[in-house]
């Protein structure tokens, strides 16, 4: 999901809604919606790992992976490619099957390191401490939801593993490639850090990282990644 609640939707809910604006309320949160974006196309995202993901875990021992919101499995996929056991969690059954089918393009060994399950984020929880690292790309819910949603993903992290939270900045509510009208939806990565408490956690990264694009008319664009990189301490 990548934006959402009772969405894990994966890979960039939001940027799925900058394209497709047939979602005007909360119904764009919820498994019928992402159900049907998934079904209306052959591939929905890219196939790459998003690169916030590639840059900042690249170094990391391998280990146990939460994946919030995988879409079609790119994240996931890499992951378990470099040597982590990866729970991949994701709102629409659609997208997790096309996953799981993409996974074992890659091969047995990638495939069964990866267990793909659906989720609802708006009423998800974690065990606590159960994941060396836990990644969210571009995951956004509409407020109180995000926040309680990121409680839950920081609960998730093991004493020195790794959160990492990747969203859309408000700087993009201003640029030129599209963004749906719910400013309430974005986020800074300084707003991710105000809830982690500083004495279990060791912020490595809170940014606005910007990126260059294209936008609709094929003219070029900056688009801006809140990027929050913390480690746990205890």
């Known amino acids: 999901m990548h934006i959402p609640s009772s969405t894990a939707i994966g890979q960039g809910m939001i940027r799925c809604m900058s394209h497709d604006h047939s979602g005007h309320g909360n119904e764009m949160f919820?498994?019928?919606?992402?159900?049907?974006?998934?079904?209306?196309?052959?591939?929905?995202?890219s196939g790459r790992p998003n690169l916030r993901l590639v840059e900042q875990v690249?170094?990391?021992?391998?280990?146990?992976?939460?994946?919030i919101g995988c879409?079609?499995?790119?994240?996931?996929?890499?992951?378990a490619s470099r040597g982590w056991r990866v729970t991949a969690l994701d709102v629409?059954?659609?997208?997790?099957?096309?996953a799981a089918r993409h996974a074992e393009r890659e091969g047995s060994e990638i495939a069964g390191r990866v267990l793909w399950q659906p989720a609802d984020f708006r009423s998800w929880a974690?065990?606590?401490?159960?994941?060396?690292?836990?990644?969210?790309?571009?995951?956004?819910?509409?407020?109180?939801?995000?926040?309680?949603?990121?409680r839950q993903l920081a609960t998730a992290v093991r004493p020195g593993g790794s959160l990492l939270i990747v969203g859309h900045h408000p700087l993009d509510l201003q640029s030129s490639v599209p963004r749906p009208h719910r400013p309430e939806l974005f986020y800074t990565a300084e707003d991710v850090a105000a809830t982690l408490d500083r004495d279990d956690w060791d912020i490595l990264l809170a940014a606005a990282l910007?990126?260059?694009?294209?936008?609709?008319d094929g003219q070029p664009a900056t688009i801006h990644d809140a990027v929050l990189h913390a480690r746990r301490l205890r």
């Open 92 to 98: 629409s059954t659609v997208a997790l099957e096309r």
């Open 126 to 150: 974690s065990a606590p401490s159960s994941f060396d690292l836990v990644s969210a790309q571009f995951m956004h819910l509409p407020p109180p939801d995000l926040e309680v949603l990121h």
């Open 58 to 67: 690249a170094d990391l021992t391998p280990g146990e992976a939460l994946d």
């Open 30 to 45: 919820n498994q019928e919606f992402w159900d049907e974006r998934y079904r209306s196309t052959n591939q929905v995202w």
């Open 210 to 216: 910007a990126r260059e694009t294209l936008d609709p």
């Open 71 to 79: 879409g079609e499995g790119a994240d996931a996929i890499w992951l």
